[in-house]
């Protein structure tokens, strides 16, 4: 839950700008396509990716993705069967 707690203190240090722009990162967007989606300039949005790294402390775009992504909880296992549960009858 620490993770989480630290996750939503990133994003309330994001714009409302920088916010869109992350989730067009996630989406896998390069920075020409985040200013033609948004409707700004590719200097914009470079520098609103900028303003994501430094925010976020990371060194570039993978690990910001990695940051933002929560990775699925593996299920428990079943206990597995033994031999002796299983019954054949011939």
């Known amino acids: 839950m620490l993770e989480e707690e630290r996750k939503?203190?990133?994003l309330n240090k994001a714009t409302p700008r920088?916010?869109?722009?992350?989730l067009l990162l996630l989406e896998g967007h390069t920075n020409k396509d985040i200013a033609q989606?948004?409707?700004?300039?590719?200097?914009?949005?470079?520098?609103?990716?900028?303003?994501?790294?430094?925010k976020n402390e990371v060194k570039n775009r993978a690990q910001l993705i990695a940051l933002h992504i929560t990775a699925?909880?593996?299920?428990?296992?079943?206990?597995?069967?033994?031999?002796?549960?299983?019954?054949?009858?011939r």
């Open 8 to 10: 939503r203190k990133r």
């Open 18 to 22: 920088e916010q869109e722009v992350l």
């Open 37 to 54: 989606r948004l409707g700004i300039s590719d200097y914009t949005a470079r520098d609103h990716v900028s303003a994501l790294l430094r």
């Open 72 to 89: 699925p909880r593996k299920k428990k296992l079943a206990t597995p069967l033994h031999l002796t549960d299983c019954s054949v009858d």
